[in-house]
């Protein structure tokens, strides 16, 4: 069992950035890729950004390339998401997601654990 924990969430003006960083409670995290999913009010959850557990390659949904960053830290079991240039269509419950020694998904049920979420909000 994989316990994740998303912080660094918050308001913020368009044009603005923000990290966020979820800690994993896991010995094996170097094991694990990483998802980053959104999900908007009304909305389905969605991919936003992936790093996998090997080789740390990343990916990303178009709609955040250029602008948003994922990187891990395996030290310290932790994933980050830095978001730059946000936009108010960025606002949604982020979430942070972990699948075993696998490659990356954009697809949110290949995701065997995730976290509580914290919200982001980009005013206009």
């Known amino acids: 069992q994989v316990h994740l924990v998303e912080s660094g969430g918050g308001l913020v003006q368009a044009g603005g950035s923000l990290r966020l960083s979820c800690a994993a409670s896991t010995r094996t995290f170097s094991s694990y890729t990483m998802g980053w999913f959104r999900q908007a009010p009304g909305k389905e959850r969605e991919f936003v950004a992936a790093i996998t557990w090997s080789e740390g390659r990343t990916y990303y949904a178009d709609s955040v390339k250029g602008r948003f960053t994922i990187s891990r830290d395996n030290a310290k079991n932790t994933v980050y998401l830095q978001m730059n240039g946000l936009k108010p269509e960025d606002t949604a419950v982020y979430y942070c997601?972990?699948?075993?020694?696998?490659?990356?998904?954009?697809?949110?049920?290949?995701?065997?654990?995730w976290g509580q979420g914290t919200q982001v909000t980009v005013s206009s």
């Open positions: 997601a972990a699948r075993w020694k696998t490659i990356y998904s954009a697809y949110r049920y290949d995701y065997d654990y």
